[in-house]
């Protein structure tokens, strides 16, 4: 079982940036891939970027170059930091985890970015 807690929503303006934090409490972060996701006003849950246990990376075309994925295995903590805020960014931001072998899947409770024009 693992709980994941996001953290760094907040209201910016277009162009600035912001870090987000998701703490993964429970065993095992290392076998775990780790997943951002952005969910807009009306729209469906989109996979932003995806880290593996090994820190290899994917990132969806609308935020490359932009947003950067990492994780601290140790620190049980997986982080997003976008650059370049635009108005299509705001919304709610999910972590989101998957275990390697098992496929078990664990979502936080989201945290919501704002960006003012």
């Known amino acids: 079982q693992v709980e994941l807690v996001e953290s760094g929503g907040g209201l910016v303006q277009v162009g600035g940036s912001l870090r987000l934090s998701c703490v993964a409490y429970g065993s095992n972060f290392a076998s775990y891939i780790m997943d951002w996701y952005h969910q807009a006003p009306g729209n469906q849950r989109e996979l932003v970027a995806v880290i593996s246990p090994g820190s290899s990376t994917n990132y969806a075309d609308s935020v490359k170059g932009r947003f950067t994925i990492s994780r601290d295995n140790l620190g049980n903590t997986v982080y997003l930091q976008m650059n370049s805020l635009k108005p299509e960014d705001a919304g709610d931001y999910y972590c989101?985890?998957?275990?390697?072998?098992?496929?078990?899947?664990?979502w936080g409770e989201g945290t919501q970015v704002t960006v003012s024009s």
């Open positions: 989101h985890a998957r275990h390697l072998m098992t496929g078990s899947e664990y």
